[in-house]
């Protein structure tokens, strides 16, 4: 019993502490355009710790449509030579920097926010997924190139914990080939 009430614990004050972040204040959309790596995740969903030793650096390439919306595809290659790939196009909201979508995938609602980005450098952004009543966060942390600075690294980090990522769940993703163009 003290062990569901702890976890209940720690879930609710992970999704108090979700719904406080807010996106970046002077977020320009046409920033995001373009090439994307994908180099920090963190999430405490359940499959993470599955499929976290096997996941590698994917691109994203985001593209901002004239509605004011953003397209996002993404892509990894697998170690079969494969390609995963994903797509989804996120609406825009009132607020500048929070968009929103459903992910036919995977079947949950996507509150998603563009916290902290440097456009020629990095994106940090925070998703709210929901399914069947259940929330669950996932951070990630972009970069242009597949390198980026300790200081972002660590500073993507502390974001995750103070979102309610357990430390174990975060995630920085070893470099990996690019898929070839679809």
């Given at each position: 019993m003290t062990?569901?009430?702890t976890v209940l614990g720690a879930g609710l004050c992970s999704l108090m502490v979700s719904s406080e972040v807010i996106p970046q204040a002077d977020f320009n959309l046409q920033g995001m355009a373009g090439k994307w790596y994908l180099i920090g995740f963190a999430t405490n969903a359940q499959w993470f710790a599955n499929r976290?030793?096997?996941?590698?650096?994917?691109?994203?390439?985001?593209?901002p449509t004239t509605d004011g919306d953003l397209d996002m595809s993404y892509a990894s290659l697998i170690s079969d030579g494969s390609c995963w790939r994903m797509s989804n196009l996120?609406?825009?909201?009132?607020?500048p920097g929070k968009f929103t979508y459903t992910s036919e995938r995977?079947?949950?609602e996507n509150d998603m926010r563009m916290v902290d980005v440097k456009p020629?450098?990095?994106a940090l952004t925070h998703t709210i997924k929901t399914k069947g009543g259940d929330n669950t966060i996932v951070n990630k942390l972009y970069g242009r190139g597949v390198d980026?600075?300790?200081d972002l690294l660590e500073k993507f980090r502390q974001f995750s914990l103070e979102?309610?990522?357990l430390p174990e769940n975060v995630a920085f993703l070893p470099k990996n080939a690019e898929c070839p163009d679809a």
């Amino acid at each position: 019993m003290t062990l569901l009430l702890t976890v209940l614990g720690a879930g609710l004050c992970s999704l108090m502490v979700s719904s406080e972040v807010i996106p970046q204040a002077d977020f320009n959309l046409q920033g995001m355009a373009g090439k994307w790596y994908l180099i920090g995740f963190a999430t405490n969903a359940q499959w993470f710790a599955n499929r976290r030793a096997s996941m590698k650096m994917g691109t994203a390439m985001f593209t901002p449509t004239t509605d004011g919306d953003l397209d996002m595809s993404y892509a990894s290659l697998i170690s079969d030579g494969s390609c995963w790939r994903m797509s989804n196009l996120a609406k825009k909201t009132d607020v500048p920097g929070k968009f929103t979508y459903t992910s036919e995938r995977w079947a949950n609602e996507n509150d998603m926010r563009m916290v902290d980005v440097k456009p020629d450098e990095y994106a940090l952004t925070h998703t709210i997924k929901t399914k069947g009543g259940d929330n669950t966060i996932v951070n990630k942390l972009y970069g242009r190139g597949v390198d980026l600075s300790a200081d972002l690294l660590e500073k993507f980090r502390q974001f995750s914990l103070e979102t309610g990522i357990l430390p174990e769940n975060v995630a920085f993703l070893p470099k990996n080939a690019e898929c070839p163009d679809a």
